[in-house]
């Protein structure tokens, strides 16, 4: 994979990430290169999901991870209520298709997710959906559900990171920004492993990573889908 942002593939380069939500005065950070971006489209969303999506993005927008700070989705965003503007749509709940308050925001955090990844950051906690979703393609999809399964993601290097988030029109972007001097370069592989002896696919995600001239590849999921 290479180039800046394709639609539901991104290359990284450059990084830094801290739980800071409002007031905080991120315009003076050091925040002008973009690490890594991940694009989804809302072309199939229904209305009510599209409205979930974008109250979700809007509050993960401008989040910021300071070096070695950890970001939980679920606080950031918070519980997903009426009260708090989150309406009825489908959404997942294991394998059934139900309406719930805040249906569709596992495309934010789907999207997050790979943006995260294409940024070399690092993954601490992150559940894939129980059955193929068509928001992103297998193995690269995050579930999230308030007080029963986060994506949590940790900020390993010596700066901070900032996230956009804007959903616009027929797509959701995700961007993590950061600094000009990391030169972090990542290529992130998803590919189906058939296993033997069952009729089963397993897709594995590895992710490959040069910083600072250390180079590492790393395990990042296997996922086996319904």
């Known amino acids: 994979m290479t180039g800046r942002v394709k639609e539901g593939v991104a290359i990284a380069v450059g990084a830094s990430v801290t739980l800071a939500l409002g007031g905080l005065l991120w315009f003076s950070r050091p925040f002008q290169a ?24 809007m509050t993960l927008d401008g989040v910021v991870i300071e070096p070695a700070g950890i970001l939980s989705f679920n606080q950031v ?105 990391d030169g972090t370069k990542v290529l992130v592989r998803t590919e189906p492993v058939v296993a033997a002896r069952s009729q089963r696919v397993v897709y594995r995600t590895t992710r490959s990573m040069e910083y600072r001239g250390k180079y590492k590849t790393e395990l990042i999921s296997m996922d086996i889908y319904d």
């Open 77 to 181: 965003v918070g519980p997903r209520s009426p009260e708090r503007g989150y309406l009825k749509a489908p959404s997942y709940m294991e394998r059934d298709l139900v309406a719930s308050v805040g249906g569709g925001i596992c495309q934010v955090s789907s999207t997050f997710y790979n943006a995260a990844v294409l940024s070399g950051l690092d993954i601490i906690e992150r559940h894939p959906h129980s059955r193929l979703v068509r928001s992103v393609p297998p193995g690269c999809d995050a579930t999230v559900w308030f007080g029963l399964a986060d994506l949590v993601v940790r900020n390993p290097y010596t700066n901070p990171v900032r996230i956009k988030s804007l959903a616009v029109y027929e797509s959701l972007l995700i961007s993590i920004v950061g600094s000009n001097g």
């Open 34 to 57: 973009e690490v890594g971006s991940y694009r989804t489209s809302l072309a199939s969303r229904t209305d009510a999901q599209r409205h979930n999506i974008r109250q979700a993005a």
